[in-house]
């Protein structure tokens, strides 16, 4: 079955950046034309979707504490998803989540496949 595999997390000063990857093992018809994204969950509070992107709807989501800063997009050749993340915040310490939908919506209950998360932690 379809496996994600999140790298790129890590610590880092406020104003930093990182790129994370999430590897999509497997071939899956929904991961490519269904909505992936990226979740974080920070430490006592809820999954957040920070964005998302819908190849078949034609839409691209970025949470508005992350607009202008984060940058999500696929490389469909390589079977990977980036999120890069520019002028980083302490707020934005969490653990994120590379999911991929499995019902063709584009919401946090939509996302069926999760990988394992990887660290991002802003100091200031």
């Known amino acids: 079955q379809v496996q994600l595999v999140e790298s790129g997390g890590g610590s880092v000063q406020a104003g930093g950046s990182l790129r994370l990857s999430c590897a999509v093992n497997g071939y899956s018809y929904e991961a490519y034309w269904y909505c992936m994204g990226w979740i974080r969950q920070a430490p006592g509070k809820e999954r957040e979707v920070v964005a998302s992107d819908y190849p078949a709807g034609g839409l691209t989501y970025y949470a508005d504490s992350v607009k202008g800063r984060f940058t999500i997009s696929r490389d469909n050749a390589k079977n990977t998803l980036y999120l890069e993340m520019n002028g980083l915040k302490p707020e934005d310490t969490a653990l994120y989540y590379c999911?991929?939908?499995?019902?063709?919506?584009?919401?946090?209950?939509?996302?069926?496949?999760w990988g394992q998360g990887t660290q991002v932690t802003v100091s200031s």
């Open positions: 999911a991929a939908s499995t019902s063709g919506g584009c919401y946090l209950s939509a996302f069926g496949i």
